[in-house]
């Protein structure tokens, strides 16, 4: 057989090539094939072998197993198999979310909110997605609870300020208007829920003083109870927040709010006033991202 294509060789003499306008049955030449231990003599062509395409094949097959086997040592860990740190070397676009190794706080677990943030890019990342939390919470339309929340998360220069600007936004009217009384509590027999979940962050600015960062969220917002004319929905949000470092940590300077981007609702079946009442009770909210 010859694997090269052409003509097959059955180990016998045959004729071929007939001229062009001949008669069928001219021959013009006469051609005989023998195996290469038979064609005696000098220029003769030896024989196609198959054995070459079978050794190429395999050659390639054993080369990927062993890269294969390289990259999985690679990547696994140094002596007695621990994990090695993959983060050197990685490309951190290629999974902005994946983890970095780094710890994301320093402060005790029984901490209401993080603080110790790292004095780095994603040290702000984290206390932006942390903050947003906070800000958007429930505890911000209880006055005594939110004085907490601000000295906490704003650089000292601007606790008193905000404070005075938070009061004035959390007034009377705009706290009944969402179903709570003057003091932030809800109607008897209905649970006021705000819970916020950041999806992303964005640096807009960064140096080692200061950071302007973006904070996408999703959240589920209303009074859960079979009174409430404020009935718990999903909202879709960003939050900007202006950072600085000060006394050891990110603290926030100013923040502001918009819409969006949202995306399509889906059909998901909306879930009655006690299923709603029931998850935020039984689902514990995140204490940190990042």
């Known amino acids: 057989m010859n694997i090269g294509g052409g003509d097959e060789y059955d180990g016998r003499t045959r004729t071929s090539d007939y001229a062009p306008g001949a008669s069928e049955g001219s021959r013009t030449t ?19 072998r198959p054995g070459r395409s079978l050794i190429t094949v395999v050659a390639v097959v054993v080369l990927l197993i062993a890269a294969i086997a390289f990259a999985n040592r690679g990547g696994g860990g140094g002596e ?29 677990s ?15 990342q984290s206390a932006a997605a942390n903050y947003a939390v906070a800000l958007v919470s429930a505890d911000m339309m209880k006055k005594s609870e939110r004085r907490e929340i601000i000295d906490q998360i704003y650089a000292p220069g601007q606790v008193d300020a905000t404070l005075r600007k938070m009061d004035k936004a959390y007034s009377p009217k705009f706290l009944s208007k969402i179903g709570l ?16 979940v950041p999806v992303g962050t964005k640096v807009r600015k960064y140096n080692d003083d200061s950071a302007r960062l973006d904070v996408w969220c999703t ?46 609702n889906g059909d998901n079946r909306a879930a009655g006033a006690k299923e709603i009442s029931d998850a935020v009770n039984k689902f514990g909210g995140f204490t940190y991202a990042r």
Not at 30 to 48: H, I, K, M, Q, V
Not at 82 to 108: I, M, Y
């Open 181 to 196: 009384d003057k003091d932030g509590n809800p109607a008897e027999g209905v649970e006021f829920v705000s819970r916020t």
């Open 110 to 124: 029984d901490a209401t909110i993080p603080s110790g943030f790292a004095h780095t890019e994603q040290g702000a």
């Open 30 to 48: 006469t051609r005989t094939r023998l195996p290469g231990n038979e064609a005696g003599g000098t220029g003769s062509r030896p024989p196609t």
């Open 219 to 264: 959240g589920v917002f209303g009074n859960a109870g079979k009174k409430s004319t404020n009935p718990v929905r999903n909202d879709w949000f960003t939050l900007s927040l202006a950072l600085e470092w000060t006394d050891g940590d990110w603290r926030v300077q100013d923040f502001s709010q918009k819409e969006g981007p949202a995306p399509v």
């Open 80 to 108: 007695g198999g621990a994990p090695a740190d993959d983060s050197r070397g990685r490309d951190s676009r290629a999974q902005p979310t994946a983890p970095t190794g780094e710890k994301p706080v320093k402060n005790s």
